[in-house]
């Protein structure tokens, strides 16, 4: 075992891992140990739910925790819980919903809410004999998973079909049965993964038992059974629209020039991936942080939409624009497996609270939100960079972080604020500025205020 290896770790108490960590990685443990122990929360029943969501937890790593204001999709309006830790996100959400909010807000629509699992098997046998067999299993997997499905049954979900998917041609021997599943308001991939288990060994066992089949083909190798979080069956649009001359002006801009622009930004990310990638991770920016706030699984969520984003074998923007008959269209179309019950939405305290602030909507509603802030991250972003550029606004948002990390005073945060309203920020500028000021002035001890984040 290596010098900093241990075996056991997982059996001691978060104390132990705590002290083993600081004694065995840092120069002076009992400051690390301070620290670390300085973001436990100091209700412990809510400490320990956390703890229960991870393994070997030592401390909480905190994320800001904002809100979007004035959002109205399908006019009601939201205020839009975010977590994120990247300065101007929850800004430019703030700012399209604000600027949509006098032009019809947004409107969403979910298309569809199938969730798909797969279990993946290999078979070496007479398939024109097993493919007929399987119409019949179909029913009795129905049946013989009852017990699993019975609640989500009630609710109006469950198993929608079960298909068998022959890959023969690509890999000898390879099928898979996949079947399609309404989740209701869950995420349901316990619910899914349970029911596919289930499946695998029935297989097995009507294999197993199957007249028809030789000695050979009654045995079935299963490999994995797992849902898969590609879900492009799972699909909500977001849109927003009005007619061109509405969209105002944008400085010198006028709303003809930026509507084309625009146009042409959103093109250009339909025909060249290295602008697509950076295109989609600004609706990402959105849409991962509403589904931070609500407890749900952003790795499924990022993972699903850049495989729909590469649906047509070259990967794509996933929104589009339309200037037809002088109207400016701009819309969003986005798998979303989500749940508002299950999971974390339900245990974690702030997750709780988004789903509240939201109006405690039911999983389809999520979907539309969460579809809706992608959107308007996505037009704040565009806005900015086919008119200003995006350093202005991100900068201006970006200066508090750059004073921190140059431990700017109380004082001479204040007369950086002032003085970068109107002058381009950027990590040497403000350095500059601080060093001009540090000059003729001293200050005291760092502290963040600004009339933005105090
Ligand atoms: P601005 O025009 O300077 O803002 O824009 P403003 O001061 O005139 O205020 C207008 C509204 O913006 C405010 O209304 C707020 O809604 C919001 P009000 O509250 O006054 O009634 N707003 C704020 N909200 C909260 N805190 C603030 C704040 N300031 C304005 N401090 C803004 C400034 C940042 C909004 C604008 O420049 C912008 O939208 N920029 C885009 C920023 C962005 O997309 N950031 C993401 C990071 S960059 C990235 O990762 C994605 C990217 O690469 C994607 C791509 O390439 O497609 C860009």
Redesign the pocket.
Known sequence: MGEKSISGFSKLSKRGKLKWIAENFFKDPEAVIRELKSYWLTNEDQQRVMDGFSENTISNFHLPYGV???MIINDKTYCIPMVIE???????A?????FWMNRGGFKTEVISTVKIGQVHFYWDGDSSKMIPLFNKYKERFKQDVKDITANMDKRGGGIIDVNLKDFTDIEPNYYQVEIKFDTCDSMGANFINSVLERVASLMKDYFAREKTFTAKEKEIDIVMSILSNYTPECLVRASVSCPIEDLGMFGEMDAETFANKFNRAVRIAHIDPYRAT??N??IF?GIDAVVLATGNDFRAIEACGHTYASRDGQYKSLSNCELKDGIFKFWLDIPLAIGTVGGLTNIHPIAKTSLELLGNPGSNELMQVIAATGLA??F??????VT?G?Q???M??HLMNILNHQEATKKEIEASVLHFKDHVVSFSAVRTFLDELRTTSSGNKPFAIAG?ND
Not at 86 to 92: D, M
Not at 380 to 385: G, N, Q, V, Y
């Open positions: 979007a204001p004035n990247e300065s101007s996100v929850v800004a430019a703030s700012s399209a919903a604000k950076t295109h991770k600004g920016n991250q996505n704040a972003a565009l806005k900015s960079l200003v995006i202005k606004g991100h201006k948002m933005t």
